[in-house]
């Protein structure tokens, strides 16, 4: 049966994206330096494709550290947890960008927030029960 691997991002500077990501409970599973083509891959997630996890790919270009344009294509992660409002707290409190509180989604009464990555690149936060 197929399943859902990973989504590969493009990231300016390694350990802060590393940093802010941690604070959302991920932890990094593997890194591949290559030399050769002067890039750096690390995959990070809550738990490995071996567990039924999908994983991110943070992917570093050895100096390109100007940044990437985030495209108009792209929307954002989702990542489910059981307390909205104290991972933003904690996100804000590691310098993480909160762009919208928790509170209900408009229309509903699922509570969700979206916070930034030092990227750019959007995440929504969606409450759910453990």
């Known amino acids: 049966m197929p399943s859902y691997l990973h989504t590969m991002v493009r ?74 409002a104290a991972l933003v707290e904690r996100v804000r409190e590691g310098g993480g960008k909160v762009t919208r509180e928790a509170g209900p989604v408009k229309f509903g009464t699922t509570v969700i927030a979206f916070v930034e990555d030092p990227d750019g690149y959007k995440i929504e936060l969606i409450e759910r029960a453990e």
Request: hydrophobic share 35%; aromatic share 14%; charged share 20%.
């Open 11 to 84: 990231v300016r500077n390694l350990e802060q994206s590393l940093t802010f990501y941690r604070l959302l409970g991920m932890h990094e599973l593997r890194r591949r330096d290559v030399p050769e083509g002067r890039y750096t891959l690390v995959f990070i997630g809550f738990g490995d494709n071996a567990q039924g996890q999908a994983e991110i790919e943070l992917t570093y270009n050895w100096g390109q550290d100007n940044g990437y344009d985030v495209g108009t294509g792209f929307g954002h992660f989702a990542i489910g947890v059981p307390d909205v």
